[in-house]
């Protein structure tokens, strides 16, 4: 029986749960799933720039773990936007930080 997965901290849930190619084409309508936290990775890695070790810290995993997420979640954007996909964004293992004060001092005992 294999080890149950680590829940990995999320900051947020995704602003869209879709995305869809303007022409749809010839050969149909494919689908194709980016998890929660790979999107996460992506928009650490990426958008804001940060480096594998800070990122992986802030999901609360390891820098390897980190980096498979991240090249996982590439090729399938990768795949999705060359292929003509549809890219939808949803299911993983994540858990979202607790609002407020008292879940900020909570945050650095947990993790997330």
Avoid: H, Y
Wanted: proline share 8%; with cysteine; hydrophobic share 40%.
């Amino acid at each position: 029986m294999p080890r149950p997965r680590k829940l990995r901290c999320v900051q947020g849930r995704p602003i869209a749960g879709a995305f869809i190619p303007e022409p749809i084409p010839p050969w149909g309508r494919e689908e194709i799933f980016l998890t929660v936290e790979g999107l996460e990775a992506v928009r650490l890695s990426d958008l804001q720039g940060m480096d594998q070790e800070t990122a992986a810290n802030m999901m609360n995993v390891s820098r390897q773990t980190f980096g498979r997420i991240l090249s996982e979640a590439r090729g399938v954007i990768a795949d999705a936007l060359v292929g003509g996909k549809v890219l939808r964004i949803e299911g993983g293992n994540f858990e979202m930080p607790p609002f407020g004060r008292e879940g900020r001092r909570r945050r650095w005992r947990r993790g997330c």
